[in-house]
């Protein structure tokens, strides 16, 4: 089946850092890439849509400078929390589509998450 | 009033029961449902998916969706410890792959 991984799955960083997380399809192509953020006992929310060779689009209330979007191929985006504080800390995770599901109408394919904890 | 609602749990029950889990929405336009399991520190992964209204079956797993009643249930039969994890409904007014909303899932716990 298709797969989507993430990497790191876990980063502890101190204050002020900037952190990059990656999200890979390893087997499709994806056009389509979505990050989301869950808190313990929450469920997820969705931050943006990375959309292949353009800019993200930020759901309200998601702050474009400080959660840096970049899709540079159909098999990878890679989002950067920039300067990131205590408050950063949370279980990111992006999935994807593949490009073919688009007309198929399939739903996405989960990452396994990365754990970022701001000290 | 959420969009989707659901049980938070943890509802326990022991290996082999039948599981019922739930949610309810406010939105009449959602026709594209979907059910996720997630373990502890991982992603979800899908387990079923349904449009509109009607029962949907896949092994030990039952899909049903009311939209009547705006209302859909995930049964589990002869559940398993291996059952153990945070259940997550979604679901959309346009399709499975885009623009859905989650609940905040059900936390389960089989005991061997």
């Known amino acids: 089946g298709a797969v989507v991984s993430q990497h790191p799955s876990r980063v502890i960083c101190k204050s002020g850092t900037s952190v990059k997380i990656e999200c890979r399809s390893l087997d499709f192509q994806a056009t389509t890439m979505f990050w989301y953020r869950q808190f313990p006992k929450q469920s997820l929310m969705l931050m943006a849509t990375?959309?292949?060779?353009?800019?993200?689009?930020?759901e309200q209330g998601v702050e474009k400078d400080k959660f840096l979007i970049n899709h540079a191929s159909l098999t990878l985006s890679t989002l950067t929390v920039t300067s990131a504080h205590p408050e950063d800390s949370s279980f990111y995770i992006c999935s994807a589509r593949d490009i073919r599901d688009r007309v198929s109408n399939q739903p996405q394919h989960f990452g396994d998450g990365t754990r970022l904890s701001i000290l | 009033q959420k969009e989707v609602e659901q049980d938070p749990g943890p509802l326990s029950v022991p290996e082999g029961a039948i599981v019922s889990l739930n949610c309810t929405y406010s939105?009449?336009?959602?026709?594209?449902f979907m059910w996720y399991r997630q373990y502890s520190r991982k992603g979800p992964e899908l387990l079923m998916y349904?449009?509109?209204?009607g029962n949907k079956e896949d092994g030990r797993f039952t899909a049903q969706v009311d939209k009547s009643s705006k209302y859909i249930s995930l049964f589990i039969r002869d559940s398993q410890p291996s059952d153990s994890a945070t259940y997550l409904c979604?679901?959309?007014?346009?399709?499975?792959?885009?623009?859905?909303?989650f609940g905040p899932g059900t936390r389960l716990s089989v005991l061997p």
């Open positions: 990375s959309n292949e060779g353009s800019k993200a689009t930020y």
């Open positions: 349904t449009y509109s209204s």
């Open positions: 979604a679901m959309s007014a346009y399709s499975y792959g885009q623009n859905f909303v």
């Open positions: 939105n009449s336009a959602f026709q594209y």
